[in-house]
């Protein structure tokens, strides 16, 4: 893999990580359709690194507040609770259904089926706005139901921000809360996610020749994560979703019906 190429594919993964676009069903797409090869457990740790940095980096000032008012702020210490109670159902699905969802990621048209899901769950986004509750109000039941909707997006081609935000819409955040626990409920997932590629790396011996393409790809996933953040959170704010509605329906249409024509 040359450096261009895994710049390429962090740029990918970092847009596509927060951007409800789906990552994984952007992997899928590209793999199949591109003949991009998975350039194996060392890109992946990194690239999964940097858009966890990406996380902390545009987060940073929620998450020192979240660690300095633990002991002082009730409010902290209730977030931080609800944030490890919202990853338990994630953890669970994705330990229970691996091998289910694992079988979609072979599936290309199942993945554009879900991109055209994806845009209806973009769309709703846009258009539910109860505006209730902030972390004060929330309880374990919203955590929970929002932890199972970052649980469905494992399946490729469900966004994971989307599902997420929309989960917690629909219990009745208002749009900040949303946004902010989304994003920071994302923060053990990926932190898990690249803990289990660790260990996978550390079990196969990583590649010192790729050691200048890895770190590329994963300065270009942080750096294109945060850019990605920024644009999800603005759109958001603004009601532009519309755009992304769009392009997941034109990409899911594209995917069902190349991958089938493939297949006759």
Same mark, same amino acid.
């Not at 962090?10 to 990580?17: I, S």
């Not at 002991?71 to 210490?77: A, D, G, Q, Y």
């Not at 996978?200 to 994963?218: Q, T, V």
């Given at each position: 893999?040359?450096?261009?190429?895994?710049m390429? &594919?962090? %740029?990918?993964?970092?847009?596509?990580e927060?951007?409800p676009v789906?990552?994984?069903g952007?992997?899928?797409?590209a793999?199949?359709?591109?003949d991009?090869?998975?350039?194996?457990?060392?890109?992946e740790v990194?690239v999964?690194f940097?858009?966890?940095?990406?996380?902390?980096?545009?987060?940073?000032?929620?998450?020192?507040?979240?660690f300095?008012?633990? !002991?002082?702020?009730?409010e902290?210490?209730?977030? &931080?609770?609800?944030? !490890?109670?919202? !990853?338990?159902?994630?953890?669970?699905?994705g330990?229970?259904?691996?091998?289910f969802?694992?079988?979609?990621?072979?599936k290309?048209?199942v !993945?554009?089926?879900?991109?055209?899901?994806?845009?209806?769950?973009?769309?709703?986004?846009?258009?539910?706005n109860?505006?209730?509750?902030?972390?004060?109000?929330?309880s374990i039941?919203?955590?929970?139901i929002i932890g199972?909707?970052?649980?469905?997006?494992i399946?490729?081609?469900?966004?994971?921000?989307?599902?997420?935000?929309?989960?917690?819409?629909?219990?009745?955040?208002?749009?900040?809360t949303?946004?902010?626990?989304?994003?920071?409920?994302?923060?053990p997932?990926?932190?898990?996610?690249?803990?289990?590629?660790?260990?996978?790396l550390?079990?196969?011996g990583?590649?010192?020749?790729? %050691?200048?393409?890895?770190?590329?790809?994963?300065?270009?996933?942080?750096?294109?994560g945060?850019l990605?953040?920024t644009?999800f959170?603005?759109l958001?704010?603004?009601?532009?979703?519309?755009?992304?509605?769009?392009?997941?329906?034109?990409?899911?249409?594209?995917?069902v019906?190349?991958s089938f024509?493939n297949?006759f």
């Amino acid at each position: 893999m040359s450096c261009l190429e895994a710049m390429m &594919l962090g %740029l990918l993964q970092g847009m596509t990580e927060f951007l409800p676009v789906s990552s994984s069903g952007h992997l899928v797409i590209a793999q199949y359709f591109l003949d991009i090869k998975q350039p194996g457990v060392t890109f992946e740790v990194m690239v999964h690194f940097g858009t966890l940095i990406s996380i902390i980096w545009v987060f940073r000032k929620d998450l020192l507040s979240l660690f300095r008012g633990f !002991v002082s702020k009730v409010e902290e210490r209730k977030l &931080l609770v609800l944030l !490890v109670i919202g !990853v338990i159902p994630t953890g669970l699905m994705g330990i229970i259904l691996k091998s289910f969802f694992m079988e979609m990621f072979d599936k290309p048209f199942v !993945v554009g089926f879900m991109l055209l899901i994806t845009g209806f769950i973009v769309l709703a986004i846009s258009r539910v706005n109860i505006k209730i509750k902030n972390i004060k109000n929330m309880s374990i039941w919203d955590a929970l139901i929002i932890g199972i909707f970052q649980g469905i997006a494992i399946i490729p081609g469900i966004t994971r921000s989307g599902s997420t935000i929309l989960g917690a819409l629909w219990r009745g955040l208002n749009r900040e809360t949303a946004i902010r626990y989304s994003f920071l409920l994302a923060l053990p997932a990926i932190a898990g996610a690249t803990l289990l590629e660790l260990r996978d790396l550390l079990k196969l011996g990583g590649r010192p020749e790729l %050691l200048l393409s890895n770190i590329l790809a994963m300065l270009t996933a942080f750096i294109s994560g945060i850019l990605a953040i920024t644009i999800f959170i603005n759109l958001l704010k603004r009601g532009k979703f519309h755009y992304i509605t769009y392009y997941c329906w034109i990409l899911g249409i594209l995917t069902v019906v190349f991958s089938f024509s493939n297949v006759f």
